[in-house]
């Protein structure tokens, strides 16, 4: 009888620990209880926050702030950011001196 309420008791302990863990879970997804203060509907459409322009070649990406598409064949593709470090027009003639125009 010992063994059998030892085996009962570690079966309660581990769905118990399976349901804490799966609630524990689950509240990562819930939103938060911090109250959201209200603006009014004319302010939010004056000064609302601006959508950042999302790049053509990567759709997941920012746009490059230096690859605006007045170069040919700019797509907004860096998605190293080499644009931020180095001048477009020096990479790009450094593309065509070595051959390597897509």
């Known amino acids: 009888r010992c063994s059998s309420e030892r085996r009962h008791i570690e079966m309660v302990s ?3 620990t399976a349901l804490v863990a799966c609630v524990a879970g689950a509240s990562a997804f819930a939103p938060g209880s911090a109250p959201l203060t209200r603006v009014s509907t004319r302010a939010a459409i004056a000064r609302g926050p601006q959508m950042q322009q999302m790049s053509k070649a990567i759709p997941f990406l920012e746009r490059p702030e230096k690859l605006d598409g007045s170069m040919p064949g700019d797509a907004g ?11 477009v027009k020096w990479m790009q003639e450094a593309e065509i ?6």
Request: aromatic share 20%; net charge neutral; charged share 30%.
């Open 77 to 87: 593709f860096d998605p190293l950011g080499f644009s931020d470090y180095y001048d």
């Open 97 to 102: 001196k070595h051959g390597r125009v897509c």
């Open 14 to 16: 581990l769905k118990t």
